[in-house]
């Protein structure tokens, strides 16, 4: 099956001359849920912009379900819904009358019990006959989904849904997101916060300095990347560690009952068997032992410092 | 053709100006009235007639191409500028919608709003003074043109400014000063021969000139004149609009 979205060597040099994305190659599969990780600067909307069209490539090409989206941007964009990152409405304008507005722009006919039916998911009902000035920010945001989806795309791209909105708001939206997921809706999100990406994603990439350093599916990611921790709790405090267990890099707490080791799950050998044997050579005893896997928070840390250097 | 992108683009802009309905209405209406008062009294006492027609059905047309000028010039620009400097373009430049389709959507109501404000001054002048338009068809091909071309003007403005001030520059100090400089109140034949040849390179004297031949058969210039002056005038702003969309002239990064 091939891609729904197909970005080639793509390379986009904006006018001052900053380079915001360098050969970038993605494929979005149909129906899955990608998040796009990064931090401020990385080029994240850089990139969905230039999807969308509203940006123009340097060099390189990209497809929407099988359509370039330059020589064949109609039917490419048909199946494009775009949830910007910044709140662009008109104040003046009403709900309803800007969810209309999108439909049409986007070449479909008037559908009005469609679009109820986005109001009503996005609680904006009630409010459909207000103006968009009269709404808080978290609302006005909805209203931006709702144009989004009201010409029903195929593909959606969210870019930092959740930056500065509250609980309530994140969560509803994570609920949207997984009922599009259950219509077959491909979806796009940019963040950069990790939970987000842990909490929803089937698979995240990670892009910084207009690179993308990876792309993998979460739990693989998790695994492949993770770092975990055995706390081992002793059954008398220690003064120092001793040089036998020096190889180990364990770290002592400070009332000296706790020693820590971190360990990769990736590696060959973990090292936990030596150790467990090396401390009861030292005569050392215990009590408890516990392991941790690291978040996608510390991976994505990890590989920014990597590139960084 | 995306007519569904055309007709949403066209709504929603005849949307903001049925949404200000009054002052849309009130205020074309409201300055003509003083034209008719200022110039037709105050000057009408002095030059009773022009070629024989009264004063004051004399400066109609020149009224009339006024206010469609520059309504055209403000709702075009505007149109497009609001979006660029609100940041709702960016639903415009990702939807499937060409170029041709957004202009006709911006420009075809730029133009309608120009039209019906036209319509309304000349209406209005019928309270004052008595016309008859001997060319009803060229009077309104004229005024059609005139509100297609300026708007088109409009949309470049809107285009290329990149603030407030970049949007009213264009209106005040090149087209208004052309307006009034190009018979819309008096006959080039009035002026002494020097401006009467300067005159003679104010496109708007063309405008002017062939709207009023519309109205009352006389004119500053041939009729043909006027016509090519306004039809190569909508040919250029044509071809600007199209280089704008083929290099993303300030509509993209
Ligand atoms: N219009 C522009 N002109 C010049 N540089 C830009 C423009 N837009 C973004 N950039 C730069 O490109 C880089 C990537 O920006 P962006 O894609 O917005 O990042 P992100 O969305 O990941 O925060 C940033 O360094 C930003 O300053
Ligand atoms: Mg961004």
Sequence with gaps: ???????????????????????????????????????????????????????????????????????????????????????????????????????????????????????????????????????????????????????????????????????????????????????????????????????????????????????????????????????????????????????????????????????????????????????QAAGIGLRDVQTSQSSLEDIFVNLVKESAK | MNWYGIRAIYRFEMARFFRSIVQSIVSPVLSTSLYFVVFGAAIGSRIQEVEGVSYGAFIVPGLIMLSVLTQSLQNASFGIYFPKFIGTIYEILSAPVSALEIVIGYVGAAATKSLLIGSIILVTSFFFVDITIQHPFWMLAFLVLTCVSFSLLGFIIGIWAKSFEQLNLVPLLVVTPLVFLGGSFYSISMLPPIWQSISLFNPVLYLVSGFRWAFFGMSDVPVAASLFAITTFSAVCLGIVWWIFKSGYRLKT
């Design chain 1, 1 to 279: 099956m091939s891609a729904i979205v197909q970005v080639r060597d793509l390379q986009k040099t904006y006018d001052g001359g900053f380079e915001a994305l360098k050969r970038v190659n993605l494929d979005i599969e149909e129906g899955e849920i990608l998040a796009l990780l990064g931090p401020n600067g990385a080029g994240k909307t850089t990139l969905i912009s230039t999807i969308c069209g509203i940006t123009t490539p340097t060099s390189g090409s990209i497809s929407v379900g099988g359509h370039d989206v330059i020589d064949d941007f109609r039917r490419a964009r048909r199946l494009v819904g775009l949830v910007p990152q910044e709140i662009n409405l008109e104040p003046f304008e009403f709900v309803m009358n800007t969810v209309r507005f999108s439909r049409g722009l986007f070449g479909k006919g008037r559908n009005d019990a469609y679009l109820e039916q986005i109001l009503k998911d996005l609680s904006l009902w009630d409010k459909r006959g207000g103006r968009i000035a009269e709404l808080s920010g978290g609302m006005k945001r909805r209203v931006l989904i709702a144009k989004a989806l009201s010409h029903e795309p195929r593909v959606l791209f969210l870019d930092e849904p959740t930056a500065g909105v509250d609980v309530e708001l994140r969560k509803d939206m994570w609920q949207l997101v997984e009922r599009l997921r259950k219509d077959g809706v491909t979806i796009i999100l940019t963040t950069h916060y990790i939970e987000e990406a842990e909490a929803i994603a089937d698979r995240v990439g990670v892009i910084n300095k207009g690179e993308i350093l990876l792309i993998e599916d979460k739990a693989a990611l998790m695994s492949r990347m993770g770092q975990k921790e055995m706390r081992i709790e002793l059954t008398e405090s220690i003064e120092t560690v001793p040089e036998s267990l020096g190889d180990y890099d364990l770290v002592r707490s400070n009332d000296g009952r706790v020693l820590t080791y971190a360990y990769q799950t990736t590696s060959t050998r973990t090292g936990i068997t030596s150790l467990l044997k090396d401390l």
